[in-house]
């Protein structure tokens, strides 16, 4: 009755209990002609949804019982046009009508598509736990260099070289198949870490040779890639190719992108863990702690109808995000100056940070009280786009998502100076985005400064970064 966040629901087991018992029940099978089962079907998969983002399903085993009924309803050749149908009628149903539109398959379509949002939660699962285990390799060995009193991440290279004795060796060869057998510490019988045995070669020759790769592709295949195998052998790949037959947009739409995940799991799990930091230095560990415990709140209070202590709060933790960008250097003439502080921002871009700050700007105030009535709500939008510049100096991720979002920044009203900053900060030197701009997303700039007169200086600022392009 316990979420993996904490949260209590004192009623989950016999919730879970009337889940697992209902779509048991369903067999896997729909028919369009009872339109109210289908109806409650889709609440059902809804529910199902919000309960496994929540973690209340966090097992693998819990993942397993649902996959067998939830893949059940999405294989469409388990559907009927009404009870008892058979012969030709079932025939044709399967073969063209269930993919047509009507008042019948829709209620079943509605079902079908929650059925595919419950799933790309579980392929959510499966990600994390992969990028959990090749995390753990890299992170492992910065442990094992700590072990000698070695704190300098650089330190874990030397330590390995000077540590690891003979781990090719200790690598014995079954047929074609490599059983790694060298443990970091030395000894047979553990599960070795990538790193670690790779950091024992001293060359470029031996790190990209063919018994090195040949060695990592075993451990990722083995340790990290079959950590997960929920849908091995259940004809995933077949039921959503079927699911794209179907004559509604949003079914294509969610089936190929389900496909795309499935295919790239492997590619995308590389991306995110680039992305990903092991953070080992006190600093860095003490403000990932820190984000972690205001980005909740910072949520709560976004989809919340703002009191003035609310905007106050919101307010403060938006200072403490953008204060967390920048480090004071001392230059030599002993004058402070800012720098963009890069660990810092990559955590606060993990964290959502910055979807956060666009969603709070998304919010829609009358203009004709943004002095009175929506006065803290106005010096909230002027923190955001405070934060969103800082955020970008020397961001080039956040600098395109920026960009992306550009046309519905440029309708924020009350904050045109930092507004202009914020645009300037993201086209100042990046030649790619100033030849990617839109002759009308110019024009409004334009546009508004004209409306600001005096207070459009900033703008102008913004202008002259798109037009003029530093690297040329």
Request: include cysteine; proline fraction near 2%.
């Given at each position: 009755d316990t979420s993996i966040t904490g949260a209590r629901m004192e009623f989950f087991p016999e919730l879970r209990k009337w889940i697992a018992r209902y779509l048991e029940k369903t067999k896997g099978t729909m028919v369009a002609a009872n339109v109210g089962d289908n109806e409650?079907?889709?609440?059902?998969?809804?529910?199902?949804?919000?309960?496994?983002?929540?973690?209340?399903?966090?097992?693998?085993?819990?993942i397993e019982e649902l996959l067998r009924p939830l893949l059940g309803v999405l294989d469409g050749s388990n559907d009927y046009p009404f009870d008892k149908a058979g012969g030709k009628q079932l025939k044709q149903f399967q073969s063209s009508?269930?993919?047509?539109?009507?008042?019948?398959?829709?209620?079943?379509?509605?079902?079908?598509?929650?059925?595919?949002?419950?799933?790309?939660?579980?392929?959510?699962?499966?990600?994390?736990?992969?990028?959990?285990?090749?995390?753990?390799?890299?992170?492992?060995?910065?442990?094992?260099a700590g072990e000698d009193g070695n704190e300098a991440p650089v330190s874990a290279f030397q330590?390995?070289?000077?540590?690891?004795?003979?781990?090719?060796?200790?690598?014995?060869?079954?047929?074609?198949?490599?059983?790694?057998?060298?443990?970091?510490?030395?000894?047979?019988?553990?599960?070795?870490?990538?790193?670690?045995?790779?950091?024992?070669?001293?060359?470029?020759?031996?790190?990209f040779g063919s018994e090195?790769?040949?060695?990592?592709?075993?451990?990722?295949?083995?340790?990290?890639?079959?950590?997960?195998?929920?849908?091995?052998?259940?004809?995933?790949?077949?039921?959503?190719?079927?699911?794209?037959?179907?004559?509604?947009?949003?079914?294509?739409?969610?089936?190929?992108?389900l496909?795309?995940?499935?295919?790239?799991?492997?590619?995308?799990?590389f991306d995110k863990a680039i992305q990903a930091q092991v953070l080992i230095t006190p600093s860095s560990i003490d403000t990932f702690q820190?984000?972690?415990?205001?980005?909740?709140?910072?949520?709560?209070?976004?989809?919340?109808?703002?009191?003035?202590?609310?905007?106050?709060?919101?307010?403060?933790?938006?200072?403490?995000?953008t204060g967390l960008c920048s480090i004071r250097l001392r230059s030599a003439q002993h004058t402070p100056t800012e720098e963009p502080h890069a660990m810092n921002q990559k955590i606060l871009l993990n964290f959502g940070v910055v979807d956060d700050i666009f969603n709070i700007l998304d919010k829609r105030i009358d203009i004709e009280f943004i002095e009175t009535q929506y006065a803290g709500l106005r010096l909230i939008f002027k923190k955001c786009f405070?934060?969103?510049?800082?955020?970008?100096?020397?961001?080039?991720?956040?600098?395109?998502?920026?960009?992306?979002?550009?046309?519905?920044?440029?309708?924020v009203p009350g904050c045109p100076q930092e507004l202009g900053q914020c645009i300037a900060e993201v086209f100042t030197g990046n030649m790619q985005l100033c030849l990617s701009i839109k002759a009308f997303q110019v024009r409004r700039v334009v546009e508004l400064i004209a409306k600001q007169r005096e207070n459009g200086s900033d703008l102008l600022q913004a202008l002259n970064a798109i037009v003029k392009v530093e690297e040329i």
């Open positions: 409650l079907l889709g609440e059902v998969f809804r529910l199902l949804r919000y309960l496994v983002g929540f973690g209340y399903y966090s097992a693998g085993q819990d009508g269930r993919y047509l539109q009507s008042r019948e398959n829709k209620a079943v379509i509605d079902a079908k598509y929650r059925a595919m949002e419950v799933l790309d939660v579980f392929f959510n699962f499966g990600f994390n736990v992969r990028l959990e285990a090749l995390i753990y390799e890299f992170k492992s060995t910065c442990e094992a330590h390995m070289q000077g540590r690891i004795k003979g781990g090719f060796s200790s690598v014995r060869t079954r047929g074609n198949v490599t059983d790694p057998t060298y443990t970091m510490s030395g000894q047979e019988g553990g599960p070795p870490s990538i790193i670690s045995i790779l950091l024992k070669k001293c060359s470029d020759e031996d790190i090195a790769i040949d060695y990592a592709r075993y451990r990722l295949r083995e340790h990290v890639f079959k950590k997960v195998k929920l849908f091995k052998g259940k004809g995933l790949e077949k039921i959503l190719q079927d699911l794209g037959n179907y004559r509604y947009d949003k079914m294509v739409v969610k089936s190929v992108y496909l795309d995940r499935y295919y790239s799991t492997h590619a995308m799990l820190r984000v972690r415990g205001l980005v909740p709140e910072l949520r709560r209070l976004t989809t919340s109808k703002l009191t003035h202590e609310m905007e106050a709060r919101m307010s403060e933790i938006i200072d403490i995000f405070m934060f969103l510049q800082v955020m970008a100096r020397g961001n080039d991720p956040v600098q395109n998502k920026i960009f992306e979002r550009m046309d519905k920044l440029l309708d």
